[in-house]
């Protein structure tokens, strides 16, 4: 099919001081700063958040629970082959965002290449995902700091309210410090998950206090597959399955490369970068650790299932465990110490990505227009304190029932991250269809997912498969909880993908909104500023180089080449 016209002057309607694409997004005009994110995020701040961005509690912590309920074959291969998945996901959304850097985030993808419906729902139930996820982070710091500081002496509340006010800081003061604050606390997490890969390779080959070579001896005894609910290969099934699940989980929040793109200098260059490092990302920090992790710990050991039973400490993580168990005297101190950045880490980017969420939402029309006004410094300030103002949530954790009411919500809020996963899939699927339609090559993209449309097909069709059986245990005959269906999971479970469906339906309904035709989609405005941006900064970069000092191309060689 022949290209269509490419000029920017199809692709916007002039209406005064601001544009609007023809898919909706307002644009502001030249010289007006009211509306718009600042670029302020550099390369290595953008890396090093891409390495950081899922590493968390979900592999200190949760990698236990998985191996005492399944085995290490079970979580080694649910590891995999969801980080595979992982992959695809994240490769998708690359070549839109190297293509076209929208302040908008992923939802504007959706907006512009498949239908504003799909922005629409996208956006909410994004936004909705870390609204919960931020007081519930601010709830784990308190818990961990009781290791230090128990409840009777200092109310959790205490704590709540100074993270809150910290991370609420680190974020009005500008991108600029965001990413200087992320880049810091991701190169600490990075630090120690190397450490720890470091320290359980030595004692996997005998090099701790008991000199034994433990090699794959508890993938022989007890076994490398566990059972769950069930016995026989049907357990064995139903353990992998919900070790599948739950590393679904621990991946959640990679795609936050995707809400960054509007504030990151050199998008052509920067984000395929950080998209790249995300596969040696998962097959470093979380196949290796968890393959070392199930050498030195037998799914049935005592400490392992007493930890599997806590949450958010040191006394929770299985490396703790391993290190016990290979007789190293280790304070955990250290490993809470650990925890509890991580966790604060978590908090202010959940905290960043919320407001950015909205932000996208306003500048697309989707929301009330002043959720889209930024401050001198670039932050969406009435969208930083409206998510601000419901992470105040977190004090319901103060309260025991409540804690329980708030687990729900966790529940309820972890299928958004699912369906977000499958939005930019869907998204890009017609993202290919629309620069196919419209003569766009190969050679013209910054970046092309490896795997093109096909493997976001695929990736897709396992993710809807993972959404739709996520809460599979409420199905399933468990002798513990026999004759008593589980309701409330069931409800909090599968909420979502209702929700999800609903705000499409009413928003093509209300709205009137009709799906993008591939020939007619919008792939155009905002490039031609964007190329332009890209020649000014290689320009600039080109001139500095000349000017480069031995020392500082040793770096750029070097540790530059990573960051």
């Known amino acids: 099919m022949a290209a269509i016209d490419r000029k920017p002057s199809n692709d916007t309607v002039e209406k005064g001081p601001e544009s609007e694409t023809k898919s909706g997004e307002i644009l502001p005009a030249a010289g007006d700063d009211r509306t718009q994110l600042h670029r302020g995020l550099k390369a290595r701040h953008v890396t090093m958040i891409a390495i950081g961005g899922a590493i968390g509690t979900g ?31 994240m490769c998708a959304l690359g070549e839109m965002a190297s293509w076209l850097p929208l302040g908008s985030g992923f939802t504007g993808y959706a907006t512009r290449f498949c239908d504003p419906a799909l922005g629409f729902s996208m956006g909410y139930t994004y936004w909705f995902k870390y609204i919960i996820l931020s007081p519930n982070q601010l709830t784990a710091a308190a818990l961990v700091l009781q290791y230090w500081c128990p409840a009777e002496k200092v109310n959790p509340g205490v704590w709540i309210a100074v993270f809150l006010v910290l991370i609420v800081a680190i974020n009005y003061l500008g991108v600029k410090f965001f990413g200087e604050f992320e880049f810091w606390l991701s190169s600490f997490k990075v630090i120690v998950i190397i450490g720890l890969i470091i320290l359980s390779l030595v004692l996997v080959l005998g090099g701790g206090p008991d000199h034994d070579r433990k090699g794959f001896r508890y993938w022989h005894h007890p076994g490398a597959f566990h059972e769950y609910i069930e016995t026989g290969s049907t357990g064995r099934f139903l353990a992998f399955w919900a070790t599948m699940v739950q590393a679904t989980f621990a991946f959640l929040g990679t795609e936050l490369i995707g809400v960054t793109v509007g504030e990151t200098q050199n998008p052509r260059r920067n984000i ?13 920090f979380y196949i290796v650790t968890v393959l070392l992790l199930g050498m030195l710990v037998p799914y049935d050991s005592p400490e392992l299932i007493f930890a599997s039973k806590k949450s958010n400490s040191a006394a929770a993580s299985p490396f703790v465990v391993a290190i016990k168990l290979s007789g190293v ?23 960043y990505i919320a407001s950015r969420t909205l932000y996208g939402l306003a500048s697309e029309a989707k929301a009330p227009r002043i959720f889209a006004y930024t401050n001198n410094a670039g932050v969406p300030v009435y969208s930083l304190g409206l998510s601000a103002s419901i992470a105040l949530l977190a004090f319901m954790n103060v309260s025991s029932d409540a804690k329980v009411i708030f687990g729900y919500f966790v529940n309820l809020v972890s299928i958004f991250g699912l369906l977000t996963w499958i939005s930019i899939l869907v998204s890009h699927i017609y993202f290919v269809r629309a620069r196919n339609a419209q003569g766009v090559q190969d050679h013209e993209l910054a970046y092309k997912a490896p795997f093109g449309k096909w493997g976001s097909y695929g990736a897709l069709a396992f993710c809807i498969l993972i959404a739709i059986f996520k809460n599979f245990n409420v199905f399933v005959h468990n002798p513990s909880t026999y004759g008593n269906f589980d309701y409330k999971n069931f409800i909090t479970g599968y909420l979502g993908i209702p929700l ?18 591939p020939e007619s989609a919008d792939i155009w405005s905002g490039k031609a500023a964007i190329d332009a941006e890209e020649q000014e900064f290689l320009a600039q970069e080109a001139a500095q180089r000349g000017q480069e000092t031995r020392a500082q191309k040793w770096y750029r060689y070097t540790l530059g080449w990573l960051f």
């Not at 005492?68 to 980080?83: D, F, H, N, Q």
């Not at 395929?272 to 470093?284: G, H, S």
Request: with cysteine.
């Open 500 to 517: 999800y469906l609903i705000m499409i339906l009413g928003y093509k309904v209300l709205m009137k909104s009709p799906g993008v035709k």
């Open 59 to 89: 592999l200190i912590i949760g990698t236990g629970s998985g191996l005492a309920r399944a085995g290490p074959a079970s979580v080694l291969i649910s590891y995999s082959m969801v980080g595979f998945l992982v992959y695809l996901v």
């Open 272 to 284: 395929p970068r950080a998209i790249k490092l995300t596969f040696w990302r998962i097959v470093v």
């Open 329 to 351: 005297k280790v304070l955990p101190g250290i490993m809470n110490a650990c925890i509890l950045l991580f966790v604060i880490s978590a908090a202010n980017s959940d905290l």
